[in-house]
């Protein structure tokens, strides 16, 4: 996978709408009658939704049914949106259909031709079809376009000296910069995040990240190591308290991280303590659910905030750090106690500290192995009294241009099993729900509303000239569930899983279970990919605003269920998911 094809695979999955957004199993779901593919929506059709509709067509044959819609229903469908056709072309790259790749970014170029990224991708393509020269002239004209646009100039350096090997992240953790260089690069961080984010001082005062920067800038030394100036530049980036702003998603870390640093224990936190989960190499020192009081002489209640303040979240919410730590401990304590070769625990009940061994293999992230998660992020579990069921999302990541028809199908067949099995209680579960298009959000909640509704009351991002699919009213589907609702949450929800739950809330559709939303009605989402001049950092900061119908919430915090539940040590070794048990005892009892 080439560098842009990264760059704008992680922009989508932390968007949550492609620009414009935040027992039964997909892959058994059978076609459905009812489909908002072929019913008109809010606002005018994506035309990328039509394409899609039509790829049994050569390429030549869809994109001559571009230009014949164009001319002849221009109020029908959306030809402005230059990134979701963008994505449609790299869908068919990413399928190995070069040749038709290459035709959609001669489309985008020809369609949008003021836009650098249009010859970027066509550039990519031509590299992946082996045309060099081809290559070079679309790079260089995006690049002049552009001057800030590093992948083009990666990509032609790549070509012009193909011996040269960029250096990995292994190689710059102890690569040191001069202070001047440290400092030019914390002053273009700020600028960019200041800049390019539409809300970046929306959570914390300008004073206060002026100060924060000027803090690090003190900092700096002809000594900082490449791996103390990136984790430096993570607190800056999550200061501004957006879960689509950020460094990296602990993989730079993680990867760059030697071995003789790691913390050698599987951790997690339960109630505010941390517990060893798993001893490792070191199960001769320590054992499964003793509670670690201190680090190296840390307390770990002062050592966990510190890391907290790394960690990118939505607002003040601290659920989501809480996952984020659990998954990434042994990567994240390393940095936070400035890279130790050895660690010493206090563990509740021992007075002597607690000597550990050194890592030897890499571990994490870290996951929950005590939860069943829905192995096909869309599932429907039919429970055996025979009236209730067990939806599970984990995720909203279904676009126009790739998949969406695969979650409208999923959703249209359960539904109407849900109304032949008579199904009367429906838990719908979206932890573990990153996000995704807001497509597959009110196409679920045409299902669950029993009146008209609006998705959006705000949607700003540059280029805007219309309203967007959201902002108009949606009717139910005739044969919407009219049973009883109860909705499971968790602090990992973020993006469009925000706006999704906050119309829950809203709209008092059933009880909500579990702990604080990582996510709300407000989102700043998309991304746009930045890099630092020296030490060549790539971040990626929010560049719209999409906030839900809700807007009476507070900013500040994820939504917030109506009964509190966490997972406890003991529900974790006892492999016990006390959030979803809790809701089935809510169903068992009849209701609210």
């Not at 059709?45 to 030549?60: F, M, Q, R």
């Not at 241009?401 to 099993?417: E, G, K, M, P, Y």
């Not at 899983?497 to 709300?520: A, C, D, Q, W, Y």
Request: glycine fraction near 6%; charge should be neutral; aromatic fraction near 12%.
């Amino acid at each position: 996978m080439h560098t842009k094809f990264l760059y704008i695979f992680f922009a989508i999955i932390m968007s949550g709408a492609l620009g414009n957004s935040c027992g039964l199993n997909k892959k058994n779901a059978v076609d459905a009658a009812q489909s908002t593919i072929n019913s008109k929506p809010a606002g005018k059709i994506s035309i990328v939704h039509k394409l899609t509709e039509h790829d049994s067509l050569p390429i030549a044959g869809r994109i001559a049914l571009y230009y014949q819609l164009k001319k002849e229903q221009p109020e029908l469908y959306d030809f402005t949106n230059e990134t979701e056709i963008t994505m449609y072309g790299y869908r068919a790259l990413w399928d190995n259909k070069v040749y038709e790749a290459i035709e959609i970014f001669k489309l985008i170029v020809a369609e949008f031709p003021d836009s650098y990224n249009a010859y970027d991708s066509l550039g990519e393509a031509y590299m992946v079809n082996d045309n060099t020269d081809l290559a070079i002239r679309n790079y260089e004209t995006s690049l002049t376009m552009n001057p800030d646009n590093f992948n083009a100039e990666d990509q032609l350096e790549r070509i012009n000296f193909p011996h040269k090997k960029p250096e990995t992240p292994a190689e710059k953790f102890t690569k040191v910069y001069t202070a001047a260089q440290y400092r030019e690069d914390l002053d273009q961080l700020a600028k960019k995040l200041l800049k390019v984010h539409p809300n970046a001082l929306k959570f914390i005062s300008k004073e206060a990240f002026e100060q924060l920067v000027e803090q690090k800038k003190q900092l700096m030394t002809d000594r900082t190591t490449y791996a103390e100036f990136f984790w430096h530049c993570g607190e800056i980036m999550a200061s501004v308290n957006c879960s689509h702003t950020r460094i990296s998603y602990f993989s730079e870390e993680n990867e760059m991280l030697p071995l003789k640093y790691r913390f050698p224990l599987e951790t997690r936190i339960f109630d505010n303590r941390l517990y060893v989960i798993d001893p490792l190499n070191n199960a001769g020192k320590v054992k499964e659910r003793d509670e670690i009081l201190s680090i190296n002489g840390v307390p770990t209640a002062t050592l966990v905030q510190n890391i907290y303040r790394h960690l990118p979240a939505q607002g003040y919410v601290q659920t989501t750090k809480r996952h984020e730590f659990n998954m990434w401990s042994a990567c994240l304590i390393p940095y936070a106690l400035g890279f130790a070769e050895k660690y010493e625990v206090v563990l509740s009940g021992q007075a002597r500290a607690v000597v550990l061994n050194q890592a030897e293999k890499h571990h994490g992230p870290f996951r929950n192995k005590s939860l069943k998660v829905c192995p096909d992020e869309l599932c429907l579990d039919l429970l055996g009294d025979g009236k209730s069921a067990v939806l599970s999302i984990t995720t909203f990541n279904f676009y126009p241009w790739n998949n969406l028809s695969v979650f409208q199908r999923f959703i249209d067949s359960t539904f109407q099993v849900i109304r032949e099995k008579n199904i009367r209680n429906l838990v719908i579960d979206v932890r573990f729900n990153g996000g995704g298009s807001q497509h597959a959000s009110i196409h679920l909640l045409r299902y669950l509303m029993d009146k008209p509704f609006v998705y959006y009351s705000r949607s700003e991002f540059a280029g805007k000239k219309e309203k967007i699919y959201g902002e108009e009213s949606f009717t139910p589907f005739n044969n919407r569930f009219k049973g009883k609702l109860w909705f499971v949450q968790d602090g990992l929800g973020q993006s469009t899983t925000g706006h999704f739950m906050s119309l829950v809330k809203r709209h008092k559709l059933g009880p909500i279970i579990g702990e604080e939303l990582g996510s709300n009605q407000f989102c700043s989402a998309g991304q746009t990919m930045c890099r630092l001049p020296n030490t060549k950092i790539t971040f990626g900061v929010a560049d719209n605003t999409h906030v839900s119908n809700a807007p009476s919430f507070p900013d500040e915090k994820g939504i917030l269920p109506d009964y509190e539940v966490y997972q406890t040590v003991d529900d974790y070794f006892g492999k016990v998911d006390a959030v979803k048990a809790f809701a089935l005892a809510m169903v068992g009892k009849g209701g609210r």
